[in-house]
């Protein structure tokens, strides 16, 4: 096959949701109708339980084996879709966060009754941010839940996207008849916990044809055409242009669980979704279809057996093909290396590659030598953007508790920060490390890990603050007049980067306000 046609044949892309809205049901069916495992169950016993666990072991064990499913691959109608795995527990959404940077679309889970929840919220926003392509599927049609139209305006409103429905519910809950997709104008009617049946789909061109009230009943059916009548006037209708240039969202409505509404998710997916896409580097905007090879590493993950060091780097190719063996440049390191066995993960199991093209995901077995952002090329010198650190949440004074480990303990903290498990700030003041995350949980992980994986060992000091905020500051009399009477408040991290450590929301707008000149940014990547 040649080389354009297998970039223009994948679609790469993850599933985002507020843990329980039915993110790994859906992952499950879409690769059921893949035929990439063949019971259900196979995704759902790799899961990160998120029910506010504390048991971080049973995360640790869960992460060792949740390699498999990193990346999902399987064919589709001749077309090749790589799932992106991630983590639904809250704690790990810088993962996610990351991960989202090497798709080209995503779609996102909406509980109907629950609406747009937080973490929905956050999601979308990344997305947003990297003008990533959005499809919308509503879930859990077969229980009671919001009204089709309340939650499409609560979606435009708190997620701030443009939706362009795709199909539309007929009934709710004990009354869930099934949907009407205006795209493939086709009634699909619902049978619980079935596949659905082949007599379940009917052509509807026409919604007045009297043949609906025969499908769906008199009542029904008024009221289906009334709404499908209204949604021609109210929203956009699909334009795949706009689609790919993020300016509206499809939505569909189904019921994960009960393998409803994804068969024409996944169809209508695999037709309008982006094939690679290009990606902008420092130094200039990369077309999947260049003929050299890039890539850059978007996740790290460590070996849980304290006796293998080593890592896995998934990495995400961008342009060229990949090949095992060859020397490729390491560009942050300036050397070259090779790759004698980079992984695939087509289905659930791993297998050595020859080659990988743009959309794929490769996995490569490292000593240490990669971090979260690293680019591979051919020989020229790239740097990819859009691989930001997250302004953190949590945050606690770290210190050694056995001095005789300090080798031990900054080569751990080193390359758990390269793998991003959490950030590391040094204050300017006093220079005591402190380290910041998303969720409380990274710091009995870091402990866990620095004690298991590098046998130092340390204990935290509680530090309340507000957020870490870059800053940059054009003037620099205005700088330094910020940093002198801020100093106190003043860290760097791993970069040297000036952050400011905000004690407050309050306290961060009162210095915003007095420091007009400098910009507080809330990601490392400006
Ligand atoms: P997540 O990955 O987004 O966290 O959600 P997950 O798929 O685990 O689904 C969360 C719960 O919602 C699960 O129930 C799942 O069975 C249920 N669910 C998913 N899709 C539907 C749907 O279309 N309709 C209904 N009624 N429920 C759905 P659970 O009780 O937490 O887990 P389990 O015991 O069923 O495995």
């Known amino acids: 096959m040649k080389f354009k046609e297998e970039i223009d044949k994948r679609r790469t892309f993850g599933i985002i949701s507020h843990p329980d809205a039915g993110k790994t049901t859906l992952t499950e069916k879409l690769l059921l109708f893949g035929g990439a495992i063949q019971v259900a169950g196979a995704v759902k016993s790799n899961k990160i339980k998120k029910t506010a666990t504390s048991d971080f072991m049973e ?308 000593s240490g030598n990669f971090k979260i952002g690293d680019t591979l090329t051919e020989g020229e010198m790239l740097h990819f953007k859009g691989i930001p650190s997250f302004s953190p949440e949590q945050f606690r004074y770290v210190n050694n508790a056995d001095p005789m480990k300090q080798k031990q303990l900054s080569k751990g903290l080193d390359q758990l920060m390269d793998e991003g498990v959490a950030q590391l700030f040094t204050k300017e003041s006093s220079q005591r490390k402190i380290i910041g995350t998303v969720g409380p949980l990274q710091f009995d992980v870091i402990q866990y890990r620095l004690e298991h994986e590098y046998g130092a060992s340390v204990t935290y000091e509680p530090l309340s603050l507000h957020k870490a905020c870059w800053i940059t500051c054009n003037d620099t009399a205005a700088l330094k007049e910020f940093l002198q009477r801020r100093m106190q408040d003043m860290a760097r991290d791993k970069d040297g980067k000036w952050v400011y450590l905000a004690t407050s929301a309050w306290g961060l707008k009162t210095v915003q306000e007095n420091h007009p000149k400098v910009v507080f940014h809330f990601t490392s990547e400006f």
Not at 150 to 167: A, F, N, R, W
Not at 219 to 238: C, G, Q
Not at 336 to 354: G, L, R, W
């Open 59 to 366: 995360i640790e064990k869960q992460r060792g084996i949740s390699v498999a499913t990193s990346v999902m691959g399987f064919e589709y109608r001749n077309l090749k879709v790589n799932i992106l795995d991630t983590p639904g527990h809250k704690d790990f959404a810088e993962d996610t966060y990351r991960t989202l940077t090497a798709v080209d679309s995503v779609i996102v889970v909406i509980d109907v009754a629950k609406g747009v929840e937080e973490q929905t919220e956050k999601l979308v926003n990344v997305c947003k941010m990297r003008k990533t392509p959005i499809i919308v599927f509503i879930n859990k049609l077969d229980r009671e839940g919001k009204d089709a139209f309340d939650l499409l305006d609560e979606i435009e409103l708190k997620l701030g996207l443009t939706v362009c429905p795709m199909s539309w519910p007929i009934g709710m809950g004990y009354d869930f008849q099934g949907v009407y997709s205006m795209y493939e104008k086709k009634l699909v009617l619902f049978k619980p916990h079935g596949k659905q049946a082949e007599e379940g789909v009917v052509e509807f061109n026409n919604l007045y044809d009297p043949a609906l009230e025969k499908y769906v009943g008199e009542r029904a059916a008024k009221k289906l055409r009334e709404e499908t009548t209204m949604v021609e006037e109210v929203y956009p209708s699909f334009d795949r242009e706009y689609y790919v240039n993020s300016e509206i969202s499809p939505v569909f409505f189904g019921s994960a669980i009960n393998n409803f509404g994804v068969r024409e998710l996944l169809d209508c997916f695999v037709e309008i979704a982006p094939s690679p896409m290009p990606r902008v580097t420092e130094e200039r905007p990369i077309d999947p279809n260049e003929e050299q090879f890039s890539g850059f590493v978007f996740k790290i993950h460590a070996n849980m057996d304290p006796k293998h060091r080593d890592r896995i780097a998934f990495l995400r190719v961008c342009s060229g093909k990949f090949e095992r063996n060859r020397n490729y440049l390491h560009v942050r390191q300036n050397r070259k290396m090779k790759f004698a066995n980079p992984t695939s993960f087509m289905a659930s199991k791993k297998e050595v590659i020859e080659d990988a093209y743009p959309g794929d995901v490769v996995g490569l077995y490292d």
